[in-house]
């Protein structure tokens, strides 16, 4: 286990470096796991705190079902519950959390609590989804600074959206995940290739 | 041929890292291409689901006319016969396919099916054009999941724009091509800076 | 002393060719300093007029609580007198000043003298901020060229303020500070993003 | 003069290379030039067609006043004679021409044959201003495909306008220049930097 959880806290790291260049992780915002074992649950996690242009893998600790550090040191971010809760919820491999210009915008612009993205061919880049004519619909949550006591809310959510690749917070940002780091990586690029499209269209009267 | 092959093979593969660099080719998305021999038709192509970021000259394919795999392992991007259909009816050397954000939009906005730029200095880029002038005509095609089946529609399109540098498919990206790698990279820069102009300008209540 | 200032002066020319990067300081704008002593106050900041992209340690001056040069060549920045008055007023390890594109539209959009920004996960990002609910209150101060004069004006500006993370300056840039260096840079990139979301959102009819 | 020569070509190609990356002079387009002899006239140049993202001091060419090549292989730009007709007028040491967005969008949109930028901090980076109330006046003519017949009237634009620090091009991009190139490279950021401010603003229904 312990090798495979440094080379995932090393893939981690890079993953993390990159949201930041691309603008998505600025500051010490985003949060990034990956799964080491299933079962038991151990998942790598970013620490709290961290620069995400100075990433290293030295930032990333372990953590188990509960989200006590099992190897590392640091405090995981205050978002595990979330992690941990995606991760049982959909099975997920990876997940990856970001703060960008364009999710914030559109977390805010849709009263009915949900986005909705449908023609684009870049859908493709979505796991499982093998046409541009799909619809995915973002639920959008509202934000808290108590995410453990959130977490039913949030299963909820994931429940009534069977289908979708991940969910905004609202003036927060984007949670994505995938079977590993690699397809995680890939959706966050697509989403936010398309909240880039929505928005710029919204600024010109088009309606997403 | 063989180091014919592999010489463009490191040149698509720096192609389209160049293009994931830019924005213009994220994930997976995009396709590039380069006629290794003109008879028989031989095709160097980007081979499927590779996160452009990443690509290296092993993610690169020969093809026959038929799209059939002569070298090199991996599938064929799906779109290989739009590709296959460029060079027959352009006489192309390279082919090059991205998706930015600026032509995702742009395919979108016009409702009679064709993109029209003229006066700007930088049409100049566009092989052949001497005169900032000149009036550039780029047809959208429609979307599809089924390129084989599209492709007497696209040569039709082609024949009908005779004059075209490149063409637009609805909420999916740009296609263009030249003689050679370089020309049709140069092309690509081209446009998408024109995508970016005409955009903007139209985010300001200019009409394009 | 020699050594911290020497660390020191590497560190800002660090943080300086990042902000260059980042297109928050472009040419010879935009001025850094950092805290190397308390008591006498000695001071290491940027020298005046060199191109941010270029900047070297060897361009970073110490000067004492009078703006005198103790070491290193070159000019001071002519606002090396805000740095002095920021770092008395607020007890700051080092401050930061940035020109950037939003910043700058930003600062002549609001009659009021003030820019306010409410409901963003990314408050957080800021010294002692525990809630996206946090309202951060941003004083805009006038411009001018005679800033030892104004010093008044500014502090009775930070004194009225007092929970303010940074001001603007019309049509000019940011100023932040913090306990150190990290800090610092840490909320040039939260506030930065911040009025990117804010004037994107004001294009599209939004009010921030 | 050799060694002044090879010298120059050398920066040149790296503020050429450096303008490609900022996005101001994509595919073959913007031409850069310095002086490397006054008397009799000796001018280091870009030479045609050359992709700016692979800018090489071999590019680089040395013309007489008469636009004849010196030195150095290739063909000088066709818009060499604009070039030498700012270095005549002005005693220019470095002229930069740049395509970008912002200065394409902003060449079109004024019909008074002027854009004017004042009360902004960023305007004493051009040489010899003091203040942010300095008004810059850049005139904007009118394209053409026939340079060395349009420098009477570029010549009589200078003379209108003897403040200016630089032209516009209607539809075709930016002409500043400077004692040298490292003078003349700060002006290219500080006005594409204003421009973009401008554009923005623009977009939100301000007016420049």
Not at 22 to 41: H, I, K, M, Y
Not at 48 to 66: M, W
Not at 162 to 170: C, K, N, Q, S, V
Request: glycine share 12%.
């Amino acid at each position: 286990m312990i090798s495979t959880f440094e080379a995932l806290a090393g893939q981690l790291a890079d993953v993390g470096r990159h949201c930041y260049e691309r603008g998505w992780a600025l500051g010490t915002s985003g949060n990034f796991s990956a799964v080491v074992r299933s079962d038991p649950l151990t998942l790598a996690i970013t620490s709290s705190g961290v620069d995400k242009g100075l990433l290293e893998p030295r930032h990333i600790v372990a953590i188990d079902e509960h989200g006590r550090v099992l190897q590392g040191s640091g405090t995981p971010s205050a978002e595990a519950a979330l992690h941990l809760a995606i991760v049982r919820s959909r099975g997920a491999g990876a997940v990856l959390h970001t703060h960008s210009v364009w999710s914030t915008i559109l977390s805010d612009a849709n009263a009915d609590g949900r986005l909705t993205i449908e023609g684009y061919e870049m859908l493709k880049g979505l796991e499982g989804v093998r046409t541009h004519a799909h619809r995915e619909r973002l639920p959008i949550i509202e934000n808290t600074q108590n995410w453990p006591a959130a977490v039913p809310r949030v299963e909820q959510t994931l429940r009534d959206h069977p289908e979708a690749h991940g969910f905004l917070i609202r003036g927060h940002g984007l949670y994505t995940w995938g079977n590993d780091l690699a397809e995680a990586k890939r959706q966050i690029e697509i989403l936010e290739f398309l909240f880039e499209v929505m928005g710029r269209k919204r600024g010109m009267g088009w309606q997403p």
